[in-house]
């Protein structure tokens, strides 16, 4: 008896060291373009532990940083064929596939990180009754990174006559040109997977992005002058392919939503956490920050007056009226 109890623990040691580990159900692919040194990409290992973790392994998540599977704009095609299963990404480049994620994009609409969460999470059901028609997308949860800053190696930014003859990069949407357009610039509009060689080879003088964007992405190697213009917060859903989505069981689709709420709310934390260090360190590593522009007055009224002509480029005039009231209720009531 004890022989055969011996063997049989023999045979089931040894056939669980023979065997592969069970394979998931299913892989989702998640690209964002960051490195990663980035909260996004901080934010997507969170999103990874916590889907496989309600999704019992069934789901098996694997993470492209740094553009791997392509632009953003590329991959987002490619959740609407089905193609790749997510993506994180900066609104203002899934805005010209997903018009109606660009009411986060109106210039100043927001004047804290707590304004744009109130926002983000009362809008995120309004879009998933729109994204999945207009880009066969839906949001599983927004991330957040704090206001884009100007960084430029030419000359300190202290009022928009500043500004002048800067060559300056923004994100490929018809919002940030025209805002930009608005201050009197000419502004380059270029994929995010170009900006550093860009601004390394002088092509161009700066840019926008957050502070911890600026330090994971080593632009202090080849910007000198920092301004805090305030104008818009950086957002950024995680999106999943609707295809794929519909595809899952309804236990499945639940796991993901739950993770993407509590992945977003995870890596708001670390980018709040990492915003004020990586402000300091750029100034350590030699940037000058001149904080807000003194006429900053006159940026918001340039930029504001735009709103009513950017309805077209966001999801109708209806849509708009609809998202700035939900968000306004959202803000007064956080
Ligand atoms: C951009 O400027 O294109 C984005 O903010 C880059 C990013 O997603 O970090």
């Known amino acids: 008896m004890k022989l055969f109890t ?10 669980s060291v023979a065997m592969p580990a069970l394979a998931a159900d299913y892989t989702m692919r998640l690209s964002h373009g960051d490195n990663e040194n980035n909260p996004t990409h901080k934010g997507a290992l969170k999103f990874e532990e916590l889907v496989e973790k309600y999704s019992d392994g069934r789901i098996d998540v694997q993470i492209f940083p740094s553009n791997q599977l392509g632009s953003e704009q590329e991959v987002a095609q490619a ?14 480049n899934l805005v010209p596939l997903a018009p109606s994620v660009g009411v986060m994009m109106l210039p100043y609409a927001f004047t ?7 926002a983000m999470d009362a809008l995120k059901d309004p879009l998933n009754e729109r994204l999945p028609k207009e880009a066969g997308v839906r949001v599983l949860g927004y991330f957040e990174k704090g206001f884009r800053v100007l ?29 930009f357009k608005s201050w009197g610039l000419d502004p380059i509009p270029m994929a995010w997977a170009e900006v550093f060689p860009a ?5 161009i003088d700066g840019q926008e992005n957050p502070y911890t964007t600026a330090i994971s992405s080593k632009f202090y190697e ?16 995680i999106i999943v392919s609707e295809r794929f989505y519909q595809g899952l069981p309804e236990d499945l689709q639940q796991a993901l939503d ?61 849509w708009v009226e609809e998202a700035t009231q939900i968000m306004t209720n959202a803000i007064a009531t956080q």
């Open 258 to 318: 739950k993770a993407g709420v509590e992945a977003a709310q995870y890596e708001r934390e670390v980018s709040a956490e990492e915003t004020e260090a990586a402000k300091e360190k750029l100034v350590e590593l030699g940037m000058a920050l001149t904080g807000a522009p003194e006429d900053e007055v006159k940026w918001q009224e340039a930029a504001k007056a735009l709103w009513p002509q950017f309805a077209a480029d966001i999801g109708g005039a209806e």
């Open 6 to 15: 011996k063997t049989l623990a023999t045979a089931v040691f040894a056939l």
């Open 112 to 118: 804290s990180n707590e304004e744009a969460h109130a």
């Open 79 to 92: 959740l609407r064929m089905g193609s790749i299963e997510a993506e994180i990404l900066y609104t203002g």
């Open 151 to 179: 960084t430029n190696s030419e000359r300190e930014v202290k009022t928009m006559d500043d500004l002048k003859d800067l060559k300056i990069r923004v994100s490929k949407n018809n919002i940030a040109i025209e805002t």
């Open 199 to 203: 601004l390394q080879q002088g092509v």
């Open 222 to 237: 080849v910007q000198k002058y920092i301004t805090e213009i305030h104008y818009l917060i950086w957002s950024g859903p």
